[in-house]
């Protein structure tokens, strides 16, 4: 029995799709949070920044000061000591990473 074209091509794009969909995976990205701190010091030749934060929920770190490593020394350009700053910070190769950081709304 032979399928008219349609069907087949209906059929084989069909399984091509559930095969691309089975393939795909991509880890689901975690959701980040914004965090609220100040400024304490600022390490731009070490692409650092200590913040003294609130707690991060997402990674159970209660809140302190402490010394963050940021993406890109770029990010630190626009802040100095004593902003009120809010970031996002994710953990990476057993580091804390700030991938965004901005002076506080």
Same mark, same amino acid.
């Given at each position: 029995?032979?399928?008219? +074209?349609?069907?087949? &091509? ?7 799709? #559930? ?13 980040? @949070? ?12 070490? #692409? ?18 402490? +010394?963050?490593?940021?993406?890109? &020394? ?20 057993? @580091? ?10």
């Amino acid at each position: 029995m032979r399928l008219p +074209p349609f069907l087949a &091509a209906s059929a084989l794009a069909l399984l091509l799709w #559930s095969g691309a969909q089975a393939a795909d995976t991509r880890p689901t990205p975690t959701p980040t @949070e914004w965090v609220r701190g100040t400024v304490v010091r600022l390490d731009p030749a070490r #692409s650092r920044v200590t913040l003294n934060h609130e707690r991060v929920k997402s990674i159970k770190m209660q809140a302190m000061t402490m +010394p963050f490593k940021v993406a890109s &020394a770029q990010q630190l350009v626009p802040l100095k000591l004593g902003d009120k700053v809010r970031f996002e910070v994710v953990a990476k190769d057993d @580091e804390l990473l700030i991938t965004h950081i901005e002076v506080a709304p």
